[in-house]
């Protein structure tokens, strides 16, 4: 009986600390939802986002991954849920810059940090209208992300991006000559 109770101890124990989200899994969980705009962007197509805008332009020149998803007009249900994975993937070793909690909104900016480098950004803002999340890799300013978020030029940068990708071939730079 007691082997019994140490088995289901342990197990209950391993899979409660396994309760991490990876940023990864909550993209590819959540790009083919409806109503989801979501946008990865390959090493071959970082220069367009280098050039897309000014602001950004020192910012992304040290980004090696970057992928933002944006939800349209979700219920308090939905949201509740975005809120609630969201929370688990900056629990896996992520620190809050920023976590505004409002009933209109929440607001999260969470980093992962060596030193005093950012390495990874979480940039969460959730309203029931629009929820967009934006995650970069590379090596950044913990304040130049913080001051970027306050700003809301994320925000603009997902609306230049979709317009810009919009009337670009979805291979530029590719010559198949």
Do not use: W
Request: glycine share 4%; with cysteine.
């Amino acid at each position: 009986m007691k082997k019994i109770i140490l088995i289901f101890s342990f197990l209950v124990l391993t899979i409660s600390c396994g309760s991490s989200k990876s940023f990864q899994s909550f993209f590819n969980d959540h790009k083919r939802d409806f109503g989801v705009t979501a946008f990865q962007v390959p090493n071959f197509m970082m220069s367009l986002v280098q050039n897309i805008s000014p602001e950004l332009n020192n910012l992304f020149g040290n980004v090696s991954d970057f992928k933002f998803i944006t939800f349209d007009a979700i219920s308090r249900e939905k949201q509740n849920l975005l809120i609630s994975e969201m929370n688990l993937v900056t629990n896996n070793n992520f620190t809050d810059v920023l976590r505004k909690n409002t009933i209109e909104q929440t607001k999260i900016v969470s980093v992962k940090e060596d030193g005093n480098v950012v390495t990874q950004a979480i940039i969460f803002n959730s309203t029931l209208a629009k929820t967009s999340v934006f995650y970069l890799k590379g090596r950044f300013n913990p304040n130049r992300i913080k001051e970027l978020s306050e700003t809301n030029q994320f925000e603009n940068l997902s609306s230049k991006l979709i317009q810009n990708y919009q009337k670009t071939p979805l291979t530029p730079g590719f010559n198949p000559n």
